[in-house]
């Protein structure tokens, strides 16, 4: 059993930079691969990045690559993401999730039930 919570949400600027973290707890954590998504009102939750349980492989969304960071601290058990350049787009609830296979391919890490356990999310509003 692992357990998910996410933090560091809130309100931004268009432009500016939020970084959330999420915590892990459980048995191996640092074994799992993990991804952030993002939910809008009225709309599926989707991709936003991922990172394998070694933070050698990552996969971004297109809609994020170049302003989103994703990265993980092992032996803090914290898995981040850097959000930077923000725009009112991507305004959304952010959850991470944990995946517990060994597979690490795109198909996989940016399919909502791909992944074991889940956040309870965090806020994101960016203003224009």
């Known amino acids: 059993q692992v357990q998910l919570v996410e933090s560091g949400g809130g309100l931004v600027q268009a432009g500016g930079s939020l970084r959330l973290s999420c915590a892990a707890s459980g048995r191996r954590t640092s074994t799992y691969n993990m991804g952030w998504f993002r939910q809008a009102p009225g709309k599926e939750r989707e991709f936003v990045a991922a990172?394998?349980?070694?933070?050698?492989?990552?996969y971004y969304a297109d809609s994020v690559k170049g302003r989103f960071t994703i990265s993980r601290d092992n032996t803090k058990n914290t898995v981040y993401l850097q959000m930077n350049s923000l725009k009112p787009e991507d305004t959304a609830v952010y959850y991470c999730?944990?995946?517990?296979?060994?597979?690490?391919?795109?198909?996989?890490?940016?399919?909502?039930?791909?992944?074991?356990?889940w956040g309870q999310g965090t806020q994101v509003t960016v203003s224009s």
């Open positions: 990172i394998n349980f070694s933070g050698g492989s990552i």
């Open positions: 999730a944990a995946d517990g296979s060994v597979l690490f391919t795109i198909v996989k890490v940016t399919t909502v039930s791909e992944y074991d356990y």
